[in-house]
């Protein structure tokens, strides 16, 4: 089994930037071709969101993230990061990742199996 572990959160004012890293290193899926990586948040009394997924080279945003954040693995490292910028009031939420090692090629929910403990991201005016 994998262990996630997220870092970068933090609390940052309306139209700034932070990077959100989410350490894998004892994830098997870094060799697995139908692996998939994602970044969620849940913010208090809401339905957690999935924000941005990736598997190969293939992304996908949510609407309310897209042109804003970019999720990118490195495999050197064995990090999933989520680089966030122009950072408004709505992006405050608890951010989780989440990976899986045998992927839909549109990626299901049930596909990610673990995930990280969560890091808060405070945005501020």
């Known amino acids: 089994q994998a262990q996630l572990m997220e870092s970068g959160g933090g609390s940052v004012q309306a139209g700034g930037s932070l990077k959100l890293s989410c350490a894998a290193s004892?994830?098997?899926?870094?060799?697995?071709?139908?692996?998939?990586v994602g970044w969620f948040r849940q913010a208090p009394g809401k339905d957690r969101e999935r924000i941005a997924t990736?598997?190969?080279?293939?992304?996908n945003y949510a609407d309310s993230v897209k042109g804003r954040f970019s999720i990118s693995q490195d495999h050197n490292r064995r990090t999933i990061d989520l680089q966030m910028n122009n950072l408004q009031a709505e992006d405050t939420a608890t951010y989780y990742c989440?990976?899986?090692?045998?992927?839909?090629?549109?990626?299901?929910?049930?596909?990610?199996?673990?995930w990280g403990q969560g890091t808060q991201v405070t945005v501020s005016p």
């Open positions: 990736r598997m190969r080279t293939t992304t």
């Open positions: 004892t994830w098997r899926g870094w060799i697995y071709a139908r692996s998939c």
């Open positions: 989440a990976v899986g090692d045998d992927c839909y090629d549109d990626i299901r929910s049930s596909d990610f199996r673990y």
